[in-house]
């Protein structure tokens, strides 16, 4: 299949939106500044700038020069779209065609802007209507709506907490093997059994009996929700 340079135009524009709202998402909807959003897609600040401006100017974003970027209505709709393709495909490539939960990130960043709305939607009904990913991300509905959970990282827990993985913010493939091979995946349940400000460490044990020490920067990236007593 040969890739055209509108193709390339529409990915673009489609990963500007995603990244855009992934940032918004992490800072509570504030506007973003350009030089973030430009680190996040790894472009130089000016190609970002340019590309923010032709943005603005189909209204998918708000922009102020100095204030930042925030999306529009419309590009919030378009970056949930793009999400929810990314999400499905993850899911489905894990679920379905059995890839490792490391390295379906990649491929998804492919996949979403090729995918139709019709294949999109027979996946999305295969799997069920799932609402969340393989890493917990939640995945939103063709409506655009998306789940939400009183979530918090693994290092703002304290002693006595008990606590369910939720989501595994950092995607990056070495650390889902860490996940993984630490048996700390979404679903899995812990209880928190010490801090260590000095040794900027927590641990905590799995359910079995198991006690384990990760190190703050770790427990940063796993974010959980509470789980009742008993």
């Known amino acids: 299949m040969t890739t055209t340079a509108a193709d390339q135009q529409s990915s673009t524009v489609e990963n500007y939106l995603k990244q855009l709202y992934l940032l918004q998402q992490k800072q509570g909807d504030d506007r973003v500044p350009t030089g973030h959003l430009a680190k996040s897609l790894k472009v ?6 340019i590309m923010v401006k032709s943005l603005s100017d189909a209204g998918l974003v708000d922009y102020e020069s100095r ?11 378009v970056a949930l779209d793009v ?4 999400r ?33 939607d027979r996946i999305d009904e295969m799997l069920g209507f799932p609402v969340f990913d393989p890493h917990g991300d939640p995945i939103p ?8 959970r009183d979530v918090r990282s693994l290092d703002a827990c304290e002693p006595g907490d008990q606590v369910e993985v939720a989501r595994i913010e950092n995607q990056n ?16 349940q812990l209880a928190i059994v010490d801090r260590d400000p000095l040794a900027d460490a927590i641990t905590i044990q799995k359910q079995g009996g198991e006690n384990m020490v990760i190190g703050m920067t770790a427990a940063k990236r796993i974010l959980v929700t509470h789980r009742s007593r008993g």
């Open 141 to 148: 509905n063709a409506a655009g709506q998306i789940r939400s």
């Open 67 to 77: 204030a930042g970027v925030k999306l529009s209505n419309e590009g919030r709709r």
């Open 44 to 49: 130089t600040p000016g190609t970002a700038t």
């Open 88 to 120: 499905l495909i993850e899911l489905f490539l894990v679920n379905v065609l059995n890839l490792d939960w490391s390295e379906v990130h990649d491929e998804a960043e492919v996949l979403e802007h090729a995918v139709s709305e019709k294949v999109l």
């Open 173 to 188: 493939a070495d650390f889902l093997r860490f996940i993984d091979d630490k048996q700390l995946a979404p679903g899995a």
């Open 83 to 86: 999400l929810r393709r990314h």
